[in-house]
T-cell receptor
Framework: AQSVAQPEDQVNVAEGNPLTVKCTYS??????LFWYVQYPNRGLQFLLKYITGDNLVKGSYGFEAEFNKSQTSFHLKKPSALVSDSALYFC???????????FGQGTTLQVKP | DAGVIQSPRHEVTEMGQEVTLRCKPISGHDYLFWYRQTMMRGLELLIY????????DSGMPEDRFSAKMPNASFSTLKIQPSEPRDSAVYFCASSFLINVAALNTEAFFGQGTRLTVV
């Protein structure tokens, strides 16, 4: 079955420290990969995506993500966290042959001053 | 474009009543998704359409749920009869699949409809 796993319900980091939010997937082929962020009482906002090419992709607000094909992972990273980065983050995959868009369960990022 | 537009933003209804949620996708998008978000279950894909045709409705929880897309600019999600356990935030999203360079594959979400069934 196609699935996305975000193993951590919550990640806590201090402001200014690097952050990583983990994501692994189980989808055959070479799916498209995405990260979204959700602030309270808002819809999901697109952050970045991997389509092909360079394994390190850069997105909005200083976020980047590293694609690892052998580990089927797509971890979200940021070199220096801000308190305003505190939100709910979702990883998603989209198989190239179906168009379906499957989300992980989400990880709450808490950045403390 | 104003983005994906959902209505109403909030809906409170009594158990047993019919509820209809509405979505206007971004013009030109050929995929439309309906999701449900709850604390317990996270973000669940209910159904998605391609070119107005339902492709996968395996996430629709029960026969009480139905979705339609009569044209490229409008979709509805209906719950009849509604139950308290249907209380959740329902999101609509739309996207292209790929263009020539596979650049525009991300989905754009509406602000959601918060449904409360009492």
């Amino acid at each position: 079955a196609q699935s996305v796993a975000q193993p951590e319900d919550q990640v806590n980091v201090a402001e200014g420290n690097p952050l990583t939010v983990k994501c692994t997937y189980s989808v055959s082929g070479n799916p498209y990969l995405f990260w979204y962020v959700q602030y309270p009482n808002r819809g999901l906002q697109f952050l970045l995506k991997y389509i092909t090419g360079d394994n390190l992709v850069k997105g909005s607000y200083g976020f980047e993500a590293e694609f690892n094909k052998s580990q089927t992972s797509f971890h979200l990273k940021k070199p220096s966290a801000l308190v305003s980065d505190s939100a709910l983050y979702f990883c998603a995959v989209r198989p190239r042959n179906t168009g379906k868009l499957i989300f992980g369960q989400g990880t709450t990022l808490q950045v403390k001053p | 474009d104003a983005g994906v537009i959902q209505s109403p933003r909030h809906e409170v209804t009594e158990m047993g009543q019919e509820v209809t949620l509405r979505c206007k996708p971004i013009s030109g998008h050929d995929y439309l998704f309906w999701y449900r978000q709850t604390m317990m279950r996270g973000l669940e894909l209910l159904i998605y359409f391609n070119n107005n045709v339902p492709i996968d409705d395996s996430g629709m929880p029960e026969d009480r749920f139905s979705a339609k897309m009569p044209n490229a600019s409008f979709s509805t999600l209906k719950i009849q009869p509604s139950e308290p356990r249907d209380s959740a935030v329902y999101f609509c999203a739309s996207s292209f699949l790929i263009n020539v360079a596979a650049l525009n594959t991300e989905a754009f979400f509406g602000q959601g409809t918060r449904l409360t069934v009492v």
